[in-house]
């Protein structure tokens, strides 16, 4: 099974930016700001860095590895080696949330910013075949002022890259409706809608995802198996859950692996991708959550490039693209039978 999955072309829809740097990435970027910063520098110490008591610790710790990044070439060397990790996995294309508002923040001018993510998108294509494209998403915990500038950023400096609008971080205190107008600015202009919902709080902040910002796929949106109504809705309306298990257990969203609603969810009919969301402050890779997925629904390799098939369907990918995508897992299932 691990070889068929190391193997598989694969996409990826949920899976930060900051959130991807890898431990040696955050290593040169710690010692760069030896003393200065909580980020162990030691790769070791650092994997018990990230271990967290809860999603808000997770949070903290979060932001002090967006502390790290400090200029736009260290923007575009973490993106350009993200790059080249999605391509170790044999995943063709990526849609990276990226949060403009932080770095921007911390002193990294929109302009340079937004032209370092897309100098490693050039390169992330021509030097390993990885087709990146970005959501730009609002830090919750920033609230509408963040808002305000994360919609300004993509309408103005609109990256070529750009696909979709998203909403992360914190969900506890950070109610969904108060970003409608924001999100109604984006799809006007075009970007699709994939805030977070249910992951660290009930459906009813999924419903809110779906009725006040019009999204069309939920990060992570796993407390709506305790709606039946809500999953009906999700299965009716084929709105797709980007599903990230390790991720869940890590942030303590849920108590163990086995007792992920995933399973329940895709029983009920509601399409989902699986991701990484964070891999190396997970200790995961996109690999490993299929291999995770694949335990859970209980899948053979023929289902398990059922999950490939199903994120690029899932995906902003135009059609044509899809349809290569495509092309390419069923070759690759056939070449493994
Ligand atoms: O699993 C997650 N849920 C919500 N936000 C996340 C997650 N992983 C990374 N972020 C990121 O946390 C930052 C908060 O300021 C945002 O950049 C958001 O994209």
């Known amino acids: ?68 990044i400090r200029d ?3 923007v575009r060397v973490l993106t350009f080696e993200i790059a080249r990790e999605l391509s170790r996995q044999q995943v063709r294309y990526a849609e990276l949330t990226v949060t403009p508002y932080s770095s921007v923040k911390r002193g990294i001018p929109a302009k340079a910013f937004c032209e ?27 609230g509408l002022a963040a808002a305000e500038q994360t919609l300004a950023i993509a309408l103005e400096e609109r990256p070529d890259g750009l696909i979709s609008f998203g909403l992360g971080g914190p969900e506890v205190g950070v ?6 107008p924001y999100f109604d600015q984006a799809r006007a202009a075009g970007l699709h809608s994939v805030p977070h919902a249910g992951e660290t709080t009930g459906p009813e902040t999924v419903w809110d995802a779906i009725r006040e910002l019009g999204a069309e796929r939920i990060g992570h949106g796993i407390s709506a198996a305790q709606d039946p109504e809500l999953t ?14 390790t991720s869940n257990l890590r942030t303590r969203a849920v108590p163990s692996l086995d ?7 895709v029983a009920a009919g509601v399409p989902v991708s699986i991701n990484s969301d964070d891999p190396p402050m997970f200790g995961t890779t996109l690999e490993q959550e299929y291999a995770v997925a694949s335990r859970l629904l209980g899948l053979d390799d023929a289902g398990v490039a059922d999950l490939a098939r199903a994120a690029v369907k899932q995906s902003f990918l135009d059609s044509s693209g899809q349809a290569r995508l495509l092309a390419e897992i069923d070759a690759y299932t056939v070449r493994s039978a």
């Open 1 to 68: 099974m691990t070889s068929f999955i190391a193997g598989l072309p694969k996409a990826e829809l949920h899976v930060h930016h900051v959130g991807s740097a890898s431990p040696r990435i955050v290593a040169e970027l710690a010692a760069r700001h030896e003393g200065a910063s909580p980020v162990p520098a030691d790769p070791e110490a650092l994997a018990e860095y990230f271990a967290f008591r809860d999603f808000a610790h997770f949070i903290d710790v979060y932001l002090t590895v967006v502390d790290l």
């Open 72 to 74: 736009d070439e260290d």
């Open 116 to 142: 370092a993510i897309e100098d490693a998108r050039r390169g992330a294509a021509t030097e390993f075949g990885v087709d990146l494209r970005w959501c730009f998403d609002i830090p919750g915990e920033a």
């Open 175 to 180: 109610p969904r409706p108060q970003f409608k």
């Open 232 to 245: 009906a809705y999700l299965a009716e309306h084929q709105i797709p859950l980007e599903i990230s298990p």
């Open 259 to 265: 007792e992920h609603p995933l399973a329940r969810l």
